[in-house]
């Protein structure tokens, strides 16, 4: 496991929504997360809220794939469409680099529901992202 698997692992917030890493290479990164009753609003889908943060998160760890040691990525700015009702079992976010930098990296993400063998984009995502130092505590 890479050092950037252990320190997602670690995220407080990613292990209270039960994400799991499916795949992270090189300005890549799959995420997933089951679905449950909770993460619905008021019509019974996938809270639009819910697929921002996989998709951010998904963005966020692409990015960091290319950081320099030393340093990590923050969001600093997102744009999600959400294109149709979100109904599944699961949650896939896709994400990859669209431009790597030394101080911002531009990211995009792809959100699908998977029920049984069936795949459907819910959500699409474009999010840029900073470079900055790791803080000292």
Do not use: W
């Amino acid at each position: 496991m890479t050092e950037l698997e252990e320190f997602i692992k670690k995220i407080p917030f990613l292990a209270h929504i039960n994400v799991e890493l499916v795949s992270i290479k090189e300005g890549y990164c799959e995420i997933l997360m089951p679905i449950s009753k909770i993460h619905f609003q008021q019509n019974g889908f996938v809270h639009a809220g819910v697929q921002s943060t996989l998709a951010d998160h998904a963005c966020g760890v692409a990015a960091a794939t290319i950081a320099p040691e030393g340093k990590t990525i923050l969001s600093i700015e997102f744009k999600m469409n959400m294109l149709r009702p979100a109904v599944g079992d699961q949650l896939i976010a896709i994400a990859k680099i669209v431009k790597g930098g030394k101080t911002i990296v531009v990211t995009e993400a792809e959100v699908f529901t998977i029920k049984g063998n069936e795949r459907k984009m819910v959500s699409k995502m474009q999010a840029t992202m900073m470079v900055v130092d790791i803080p000292k505590n």
